[in-house]
């Protein structure tokens, strides 16, 4: 193993190690659809990067939105699989080429869905072939410019009859906000570079 190599499986033993302690949290039982998302990591020239992508204007819901890929899980699927699955079928990277870090914590969608984030490490580098029917564009971000506070905006929001802080990442001419966003900052969080205040302010009711 070279040096390089070494580093990134050090880094990314590290991620490990704090996605499992304290272990993620859980949505309180309730009638909604399960979903899964794979949050696609890898480590080049010394940074973390995370893999997004923007939906095709085409979808009929969250068209033209940053997302992780991810989806509906089918019958007798757990989330490490749907989440895989869809990422194949989406941006064209098998399930063999993903190394499993460990998930998130759970988050709801106003379309009725409880999507359970699946974090895991693609080696570097790698190829994506994004389905056009689902994808417009596959992009990475390093995780160091989402924690700069000067990307970030914090706005207050109604939503469900209470006030609510949305945060919003605005990078390369994007924005990045809703269920991605609150994944991302969790992501933040638990690597020790994220607001953990307004995480709080912002995750949905779970399980105690």
């Known amino acids: 193993m070279s040096e390089n190599q070494g580093k990134r499986a050090h880094w990314l033993q590290q991620v490990a190690d704090v996605l499992g ?44 939105q940053i997302a992780f890929p ?20 989406e941006i064209g990277i098998p399930p063999d080429r993903v190394l499993r870090l460990g998930q998130l914590d759970e988050t709801d969608l106003p379309s009725g869905f409880r999507v359970l984030p699946c974090v895991g490490a ?20 390093p995780l160091s410019a989402l924690a700069n506070p000067s990307l970030v905006e914090e706005r207050r929001v109604r939503l469900d009859g209470r006030d609510r802080m949305l945060r919003i990442y605005h990078i390369g001419g994007r924005q990045i906000w809703g269920a991605t966003a609150r994944i991302l900052q969790n992501l933040l969080v638990r690597l020790g570079k994220g607001d953990t205040e307004l995480a709080a302010e912002e995750a949905p009711e779970a399980d105690a």
Do not use: C, Q
């Open 122 to 141: 693609l080696p570097f580098p790698f190829e994506t072939r994004p389905n056009p029917h689902e994808i417009a564009e596959v992009f990475a971000i």
């Open 21 to 64: 302690s304290p272990p993620p949290r859980r949505l309180a039982a309730r009638e909604m659809r399960l979903a899964s998302v794979l949050v696609p990591l890898y480590v080049d020239g010394g940074e973390l990067w995370v893999v997004l992508t923007k939906r095709a204007d085409s979808l009929p819901s969250h068209k033209g």
């Open 70 to 89: 991810g989806g509906g899980r089918e019958l007798g699927e757990d989330a490490w699989s749907a989440a895989l699955r869809e990422t194949h079928e």
